[in-house]
């Protein structure tokens, strides 16, 4: 990082004025809370106690004799409490807005995992807490907004644009604009204007260092690959971040291309996508004639965003890590595949990721290594993915 | 002096403060836009600010998000609107203002963009999603050609307004309400803490924007500062009378000018 809140030339704090003293005031509270005993004391706690930390570390024996090649091990942050690795960031955010005074919490969320993460936290430490939810999201991922309010959190639907998660981020924003006094804004993704996309990368390396302790005890070695999918990238980052300085370990970020990225129905954003600004930050968004933030489509609802956090933007310019693009159709085969081959349900999300390890693993020697972050589970994803299969199920 | 500053000044010379009223470009359609910044000229606007539609208007309230939505879907792109105030600039050298969003420039290329409001004469460029930290990768190119980057500050800006003010060109826009731009029935913000600040640190006039729709709001707030601005009070005529809203906004710019006295 060259100046405070840029990954090379990417990142930045591009957020109207109104907002300015409330990151400032978040960027100094998290730099106290970072080197806090008793804060790191109360978020391990969290992490142990209530969401399920360590996550483990499983080899897919079943999987990686099928495929052949490389040894294949799972990062299982679908078992953490709430189903996904978004509850890490989320108690840490929380725990933040609590320290810092504030009476509410909001979040945007796509898929509905933050969603259901930040109302957890919010439940459990006694906020107040809306969710802005693309209307379209709030249809595929119906179960997850009745999920929300079972949690006490007010869930909005949001009818402008393309009723995603960019559009639930922009109304996201545009409340914290309005209420910025005494609500916090939890933001799901590596992404958005500094200190969210640092915040959200520490909170989640807990996955990365993790795998690192856990993988030198079971092998005594580092792996050779590690496969995240990536949206915003908060699962990705999380994994990565611990392994940049180590070279010899390949990073590969998988974006959702829908169905094509030869198509226009897709959400590649670093495949397909330029270099702008948007959301606070500068990094690759995919854009139409004029600058405008093109729609974008995946059957994955958490993957469905125009744009991808700076760090990994920057992780891509200086080729640390490679980007590519999985397929519905991939996504939806590898879902079945891993239930169906170790017994584990993957969301549609983490399936990306899956598809991508399945190309590569059985070209590679069985000396080799793969972690897979198994970001989510995948119990949300089976009536959409009935839906895609033309299967008729009585939800 | 800047062109911006001088139309402060011509307004205090008449005995009142500025007006400056907001439009979107190419709602409902860009020829219409041409001929509402006529009538708004002609009706006595100070400044015309001219808003370039974006897909994403994160600063802007349902109002003004529907003109981006039609100004689009009738394909407006930034070259159109340079063209159409080049037609504009051979009949008035009313001081025009682009609202637009910091994309929207990087994509057109930032030196290009500036360039061409150099040769069309567009006098500034308000950027609101582009605060203090940010101005400079803007800036240098914007002071090269002359175009001042419109500074914003808000009700939550407090110390930050020294800063802000003084480096700031043009006019400096104050913010009076927290949240999106709309109209709103009454201005909770505390404007007089708020100025007191801003009178403290700003040398420049200063515009209050955000939230005012209506000649009694602006007769009751003009005395903060030396002009004001509307914009979803405006664009909400346009939404309702389309094509045929130039009468209307006659009426209406005339009303508010006469109460700004």
């Given at each position: 990082m060259s100046k405070a809140g840029r990954y090379g030339e990417f990142g930045g704090q591009y957020i109207p004025e109104t907002l300015m003293n409330a990151v400032h005031e978040l960027d100094e509270f998290y730099k106290k809370c970072k080197v806090d005993s008793t804060f790191n004391e109360e978020l391990r706690e969290l992490f142990e106690e209530y969401s399920g930390r360590p996550s483990l570390l499983y080899y897919a024996k079943k999987m990686t004799e099928d495929l052949g090649g490389a040894k294949i091990y799972l990062k299982r942050e679908d078992l953490n409490h709430t189903g996904s690795h978004k509850i890490n960031n989320v108690l840490g955010q929380v725990l933040i807005a609590k320290k810092m005074g504030k009476k509410r919490v909001i979040a945007e969320t796509g898929a509905g995992q933050h969603g259901v993460a930040t109302a957890t936290a919010a439940a459990l430490m006694g906020l107040e807490c809306e969710v802005f939810m693309g209307e379209e999201d709030t249809i595929r991922q119906a179960l997850n907004v009745f999920r929300m309010e079972l949690l006490g959190a007010k869930v909005t639907p949001v009818k402008t644009g393309t009723r995603t998660l960019k559009d639930a981020v922009n109304?996201?924003?545009?409340?914290?604009?309005?209420?910025?006094?005494?609500?916090?804004?939890?933001?799901?993704?590596?992404?958005?204007?500094?200190?969210?996309?640092?915040?959200?990368?520490?909170?989640?390396?807990?996955?990365?260092?993790?795998?690192?302790?856990q993988m030198i005890k079971k092998e005594g070695k580092l792996p050779d690959v590690l496969v995240a999918c990536v949206g915003g990238g908060s699962n990705a980052m999380g994994l990565f971040y611990d392994f940049i300085e180590d070279k010899e370990v390949e990073l590969i970020g998988v974006e959702a291309a829908g169905e094509g990225v030869e198509t226009d129905k897709h959400a590649a954003t670093i495949s397909k996508g330029e270099v702008g600004i948007f959301h606070g930050m500068k990094s690759y968004f995919v854009q139409s004639e004029g600058g405008s933030i093109a729609p974008v489509y995946s059957i994955s609802a958490g993957l469905d965003y125009p744009g991808i956090g700076p760090e990994h933007a920057y992780?891509?310019?200086?080729?640390?890590?490679?980007?590519?693009?999985?397929?519905?159709?991939?996504?939806?085969?590898?879902?079945?595949?891993?239930?169906?081959?170790?017994?584990?349900?993957?969301?549609?999300?983490?399936?990306?990721?899956?598809?991508y390890a399945m190309k590569?693993?059985?070209?590679?020697?069985?000396?080799?290594?793969?972690?897979?972050?198994?970001?989510?589970?995948?119990?949300?994803?089976?009536?959409?993915?009935?839906?895609?299969?033309?299967?008729?199920i009585n939800e | 002096m800047s062109k911006l500053q001088k139309a402060f000044e011509k307004a205090k010379e008449k005995g009142r403060k500025a007006f400056i009223p907001f439009v979107t470009a190419g709602d409902?359609?860009?020829?219409?836009?041409?001929?509402?910044?006529?009538?708004?000229?002609?009706?006595?606007?100070?400044?015309?600010?001219?808003?370039?539609?974006?897909?994403?208007?994160?600063?802007?309230?349902?109002?003004?998000?529907?003109?981006?939505?039609?100004?689009?879907?009738?394909?407006?792109?930034?070259?159109?609107?340079?063209?159409?105030?080049?037609?504009?600039?051979?009949?008035?050298?009313?001081?025009?203002?682009?609202?637009?969003?910091?994309?929207?420039?990087?994509?057109?290329?930032?030196?290009?963009?500036?360039?061409?409001?150099?040769?069309?004469?567009?006098?500034?460029?308000?950027?609101?999603?582009?605060?203090?930290?940010?101005?400079?990768?803007?800036?240098?190119?914007?002071?090269?050609?002359?175009?001042?980057?419109?500074?914003?500050?808000?009700?939550?800006?407090?110390?930050?307004?020294?800063?802000?003010a003084k480096e700031a060109g043009g006019f400096l826009y104050c913010v009076s309400s927290m949240g999106v731009t709309g109209t709103r029935d009454a201005i909770q913000t505390d404007l007089k803490a708020m100025f007191e600040y801003i009178d403290e640190y700003c040398k420049i006039p200063k515009a209050l924007g955000f939230g005012i729709a209506n000649k009694e709001q602006a007769k009751a707030l003009k005395d903060y500062a030396d002009g004001i601005i509307v914009g979803s009070a405006i664009v909400k005529i346009i939404e309702e009378y389309g094509k045929e809203a130039e009468e209307p906004l006659v009426r209406f710019a005339e009303e508010m000018i006469g109460e700004l006295a």
């Open positions: 109304a996201a924003m545009q409340d914290w604009a309005k209420s910025v006094e005494d609500t916090f804004y939890c933001l799901g993704s590596v992404m958005g204007p500094h200190p969210y996309p640092m915040i959200v990368r520490d909170l989640q390396s807990v996955i990365g260092k993790e795998v690192k302790a992780l891509h310019d200086s080729k640390r890590a490679r980007y590519v693009p999985a397929t519905d159709r991939e996504a939806v085969m590898a879902f079945e595949y891993l239930s169906r081959t170790e017994g584990i349900i993957p969301a549609i999300e983490s399936s990306h990721a899956v598809a590569i693993a059985p070209k590679m020697s069985k000396d080799k290594i793969i972690v897979i972050n198994l970001s989510g589970r995948g119990d949300k994803d089976v009536a959409s993915i009935a839906r895609y299969k033309g299967v008729e | 409902p359609h860009i020829e219409d836009t041409e001929r509402f910044v006529y009538a708004l000229d002609k009706a006595g606007s100070d400044v015309i600010e001219i808003g370039i539609p974006f897909s994403d208007p994160i600063a802007d309230g349902p109002v003004i998000q529907r003109a981006n939505i039609r100004a689009l879907d009738n394909g407006v792109t930034i070259d159109k609107v340079f063209d159409m105030v080049a037609k504009i600039r051979k009949t008035t050298d009313v001081p025009l203002v682009f609202l637009l969003y910091a994309n929207t420039i990087y994509y057109y290329g930032i030196q290009k963009f500036f360039e061409r409001c150099q040769e069309t004469e567009v006098d500034g460029v308000i950027l609101p999603d582009l605060p203090f930290e940010e101005k400079e990768e803007f800036g240098i190119y914007a002071k090269d050609c002359g175009v001042d980057i419109i500074s914003l500050v808000a009700p939550t800006s407090k110390e930050r307004i020294r800063d802000i």
